[in-house]
């Protein structure tokens, strides 16, 4: 029998999950959480709004992840001096910690997953995959 792409694109994502699981646990942050702080640390005064479409979860998913990172003090929330009513998101010290930290715990996952593979081919395979991401077209932007 012969596998899918799904079947390969679950295991990575538990391997993935596992590895990043284990590098969160010190900076005490969830791997769910961290999409959000990706999404603010390149896009710093975006709204709660912009940060729920883009990374295509519901309103209501988007207000309690904030308030999580508000609370655990990763996340500023503060209204827009252009609009009372809107609100304007920005990382902490500690948010910028981590969002200056996953981009090392990415390449080291890579270094991990790649060891064996080599260049051309990783090339390639990162060259389909992101023709994949556009043919789909709702992948998440961070």
Request: net charge positive; hydrophobic share 35%.
């Amino acid at each position: 029998m012969q596998h899918t792409l799904s079947f390969f694109v679950a295991g990575l994502q538990k391997d993935f999950s596992e590895f990043c699981n284990e590098r969160l646990q010190d900076l005490v942050i969830t791997k769910g959480l961290l999409y959000f702080i990706l999404y603010i640390g390149k896009h710093p005064n975006c709204s709660p709004s912009n940060l729920s479409q883009e990374l295509h979860f519901d309103s209501g998913h988007t207000t309690r992840s904030i308030d999580k990172l508000v609370k655990t003090g990763f996340v500023l929330r503060k209204k827009s001096e252009n609009d009372k009513r809107a609100y304007i998101l920005k990382l902490t010290e500690n948010g910028n910690k981590v969002f200056e930290s996953s981009y090392l715990m990415f390449s080291q996952w890579d270094e991990k997953i790649f060891k064996d593979i080599s260049t051309a081919d990783r090339q390639q395979l990162i060259s389909l995959l992101e023709k994949l991401v556009k043919t789909k077209g709702d992948f998440i932007h961070v």
